[in-house]
């Protein structure tokens, strides 16, 4: 299947030339940091991968997840900069590695962090109210007509959900009302509530929502459809929901989805939790979590995700520096 | 009636020994991490999570929300004993609380706070097992100007009906509302106040604040004075907890007032804290003697811890059907669900009934074993009040710097809780009340971000505060308890509040 990964794998414990459980291993409780709060996509995730690691006894130390979403992600950055050389920290990241030091000048830079592997990849969703409009030209032209504000929720200011109105904006020439709310779940239910006209959230926040019908899915920001067929709804599938793109408005964005240790480990400890994750990726939970919330696998790890990161970071910084989000 | 038989099927699943024993082990665990400030239900939910990925759902569940139940009932024991708040919304609990304790009342204090508490999630519950639908579409009317408009009520109310002098209450609000601002800025993705300092990022945590405000300077105050806990070992028997509960009828007007407070603004995601000291400054206002008031009237225990109650489990209703936490520990268990595979939205209330009803359930039960848990262990805890000062007070000042220091994990915050205890020290000292401050620290941030959310999306029009009838009437009646001094004056000299009073009971 994807022979790379694999390879990249076993290229990995050729080169300690050592099975995983005669090298280092954790001698303290392993935190899995999370940089956003309770309930959010990532949060969401670090605790599958804590249940999917101690229901398969992939390590002898318990995990457990910790809750640094103060400054909207800032707080989870600056622990885990402030913690170099502690291999019992690992950050759950997301796209906020590249924007927050851009936005709001924290002084952080992820290359200063020991990256240990992409693990996922997010896709965003352009939903409105189910008593909204149907499709994405009739969406447009409602904006376009729309006397008051018409309102676009997200999370965060100058973030991801942000970028996307703006670029939403650019290339349909409608004018929205963006509304910063603090969590994707709060986007999720102030559009139900008809609170705001539409948001762009993660297929996995606006989840349930859908499948009690009271939202609409009108497009996926992204090159292809989303690849999983099975019914969500009664009648519809992730895999049904046109791209962007098909819809006339081009725009995508797909979002990393990365564990990093602090700087400063051993190479010893950093391949622990390559392979660590490496085996979560295989496991049921892992595989069921993709599906569910309609995520991207991916596993890179080593050259192959600094390349990744790299070319993520000078991407994300055009679309900043379009977006005339950067602090100046 | 169908709830009538779902709930039947709720408790015959709860039914089975493990499942009580469970319960048991969940309300002591509460209780314990209760008593300890700043520990509290967050805390002790979030160590003892992990635990429960082997439980079936419900059983864990089951575990988790006793550990709540039983923070909760802790959390009145230090607010009473020590003048320290274990959660937010024991905050009021203190105001007359404490002063009773002093007066070696602890016992009766404990007593009426332990039973307002399960009135008031009695009633929560009963309104959740009957109108859980209607109450989560309710919820969704709240969009950014709603917010907004509870919150400002929150304030008005604490400048028109408290009973300090109404500048002092306003430089304690400010100074908690400048304090609030410290921070990232979700709406402008900005940094404010910070400084270029890595500490002062995630801003001032409100639970660090208290302890310090509350429970540290509350020990230099007694250092200065006298070197010994105020409060003399109080009897305690049967006799007490009877006594108390015999005077139950007469203050059924507070009561009712009360639960209906704690049950409104519980569903409004958030507004749990906003209950407790809104229960307590109506049942000022509407008494016929509102200066005993914060002097050991067991009416001021029974407000504020009957709202805070019936809000807090109220709380759990935006959480499971609509999937927004109303308190911190509500956001914790919030995490578990999504463990065990349920994910709280509209349909979890179709596709999980066993766990919903389950829980539910377990709510009445819970109360009522939290209840005689507690009730009988009130002699022991208030016996705590006989050890000697010097004995009592570097275990109470250690716990207070462990429970700071646990929330984030930050030997800064233990710093920032002396500070704020010498702030404390010095603002009773000059008589400026440490409410207010308190209030606009917890709420300040949420209610800015609801303004300005309002102003985007009303492209700056003040009106959207009255654009329909319930931001309109919320709005309104805000600014009739802002002016409500000038309005009684202006009313009293018509005559008219002569005749309200005879009539109010």
């Not at chain 2, 405000?213 to 006298?226: A, D, Q, V, Y």
């Amino acid at each position: 299947m994807r022979i790379p990964v694999k390879a990249v794998a076993a290229a990995t414990a050729l080169l300690l030339s050592t099975p995983a459980f005669a090298g280092w291993e954790p001698a303290k409780p392993v935190e899995i940091v999370v940089a956003a709060g309770a309930g959010g996509a990532s949060d969401q995730m670090a605790r599958m991968m804590q249940a999917a690691i101690q229901k398969n006894n992939l390590m002898k130390q318990p995990i457990v997840v910790s809750l640094k979403g103060g400054a909207s992600g800032a707080e989870a950055l600056m622990y885990m900069k402030s913690s170099e050389g502690d291999p019992n920290k690992v950050l759950i990241a997301y796209s906020l590695i590249y924007m927050l030091p851009l936005s709001a000048k924290i002084p952080f830079n992820w290359r200063e962090l020991t990256p240990v592997s992409v693990v996922a990849l997010d896709q965003f969703v352009l939903w409105d109210n189910s008593a909204g409009a149907k499709t994405v030209k009739e969406f447009v032209a409602a904006a376009k007509v729309a006397s008051a504000p018409f309102k676009m929720g997200g999370t965060g200011s100058k973030r991801e959900d942000h970028v996307l109105t703006v670029f939403l904006e650019q290339k349909t020439g409608a004018k929205f009302s963006y509304l910063p709310y603090k969590s994707g779940g709060e986007a999720a239910t102030q559009l139900v509530g008809n609170h705001t006209e539409a948001n762009v959230n993660n297929p996995s926040e606006n989840l349930e929502v859908w499948r009690a019908g009271q939202v609409r899915p009108l497009c996926v920001f992204d090159k292809e459809r989303i690849s999983y067929t099975t019914k969500v709804t009664d009648t519809q599938s992730w895999a049904d929901i046109p791209t962007c793109k098909e819809e006339g408005v081009d725009v995508q964005y797909l979002m990393l989805r990365a564990m990093f240790l602090p700087g400063k480990v051993t190479p010893e400890q950093q391949a622990f939790y390559v392979d660590l994750f490496h085996k979560v990726t295989q496991t049921a939970e892992y595989k069921e979590y993709m599906e569910k919330q309609a995520l991207k696998p991916i596993f890179l790890t080593g050259k192959d995700m600094v390349k990744f990161l790299e070319e993520d970071d000078a991407l994300n910084k055009s679309l900043m520096t379009e977006a005339g989000f950067v602090a100046k | 009636m169908e709830a009538f038989g779902l709930l039947l099927h709720g408790f015959a699943v709860l039914l089975t020994w493990k499942t009580l024993v469970l319960m048991m082990v969940g309300l002591v665990l509460g209780i314990f991490v209760g008593v300890l400030p700043g520990l509290g239900g967050p805390n002790g939910v979030a160590i003892l999570l992990p635990l429960t990925f082997t439980m079936d759902p419900t059983s864990a569940i089951v575990m988790l929300s006793c550990i709540y139940w039983g923070a909760l009932f802790g959390g009145a024991i230090t607010s009473i004993l020590f003048n320290i708040p274990g959660e937010a919304w024991s905050v009021a609990t203190t105001f007359d609380g404490y002063p009773m304790a002093q007066q070696g009342r602890a016992a009766e204090a404990l007593t009426a706070a332990f039973t307002s508490s399960f009135i008031g999630s009695l009633v929560a519950v009963l309104l959740i097992t009957f109108l859980a639908p209607m109450i989560s579409s309710f919820a969704l009317k709240f969009g950014p100007p709603e917010f907004f408009a509870v919150y400002l009520l929150t304030f008005c109310s604490f400048v028109g009906l408290g009973r300090e002098a109404k500048h002092k209450t306003v430089i304690s609000m400010s100074l908690g509302l400048l304090l609030a601002g410290i921070g990232m800025d979700t709406v402008s993705g900005n940094l404010r106040m910070t400084f270029g300092s890595a500490e002062l990022l995630r801003g001032i945590n409100f639970l660090v604040a208290v302890i310090g405000l509350f429970g540290i300077s509350e020990i230099l105050l007694t250092m200065e004075e006298r070197l010994a806990l105020r409060g003399h070992a109080a009897s305690i028997s049967l006799r007490v907890v009877l006594g108390v509960w015999k005077d139950l009828p007469k203050y059924w007007a507070t009561l009712l007032r009360s639960s209906f407070i704690g049950c409104w603004l519980g569903i409004t995601p958030g507004g749990a804290i906003a209950a407790s000291f809104m229960g307590y400054n109506l049942a000022k206002r509407f008494s016929k003697d509102p200066e005993s008031f914060g002097k050991g009237r067991i009416e001021g225990v029974f407000a504020p811890e009957t709202a805070a109650h019936a809000s807090g489990t109220a709380a759990l209703l935006p959480m499971l059907a609509l999937g927004i936490p109303g308190s911190g520990t509500a956001a914790i268990l919030l995490g578990g669900l999504m463990v065990w595979g349920l994910n709280p939205g509209p349909l979890l209330f179709v596709e999980h009934k066993d766990f919903v009803w389950g829980l539910i359930a377990s709510m009445y039960l819970g109360n009522v074993v939290g209840l005689v848990l507690v009730l009988t262990t009130v002699p022991i805890f208030a016996s705590i009040l006989r050890v000697p000062f010097a004995a009592v007070a570097p275990m109470i000042v250690v716990s207070c710097a462990i429970g700071a220091y646990a929330i984030q994990n930050a030997m800064f915050d233990i710093w920032l809780m002396l500070g704020f205890g010498i702030v404390g020290y010095v603002f009773k000292k000059i008589g400026i009340p440490l409410a207010p401050f308190t209030l606009a620290l917890v709420l300040g941030n949420r209610a800015e971000d609801a303004f300005r959310l309002s102003m985007i999306g009303s492209g700056g029009d003040l009106k959207v505060f009255w654009s329909n009838g319930l931001v309109g009437s919320i709005s309104t009646l805000a600014i009739v308890l802002l002016f409500w001094p000038v309005i009684d004056g202006v009313l009293s000299r018509v005559g008219w509040t002569q005749r309200t009073r005879a009539t109010s009971p």
